[in-house]
């Protein structure tokens, strides 16, 4: 799923590029290769899949936590999705540091 993101994106800035700023097909395209490097691949990848855990972990643990009700239902979902927002922005944050540290 991260990898289609990925391409998508590139490809959505390849149509902002020919037809918003008027740049080239093979311009654009050694641009990216030239930006673009397999370490920026891998650190998303990583990155996506720290998240899918994260989101995880937080679904399971605010649903074993759930009541019986219809109305506890939706507070432990509203509890899965905050504890994931807050979950996914400390991640980012910590792997930001990492990649700093490490020179990335």
């Not at 959505?12 to 037809?19: A, S, Y």
């Not at 740049?23 to 030239?34: D, F, P, R």
């Not at 994931?84 to 944050?93: F, G, R």
């Amino acid at each position: 799923m991260t990898l289609y993101a990925d391409l998508m994106g590139i490809l959505g800035g390849l149509i902002v590029g020919v037809m918003g700023l008027d740049l080239g097909v093979m311009e654009y395209y050694n641009m990216s290769k030239e930006t673009v490097n397999l370490t920026n691949i891998g650190i998303g990848i990583f990155s996506g899949f720290t998240f899918g855990i994260l989101i995880a972990m937080a679904g399971c643990l605010r649903g074993m936590q759930c009541g019986r009700s219809a109305s506890a239902v939706g507070d432990a979902t509203r509890s899965a999705v905050v504890t994931s927002i807050v979950s996914i922005i400390v991640a980012t944050a910590i792997i930001t540091v990492v990649c700093s540290i490490l020179g990335f």
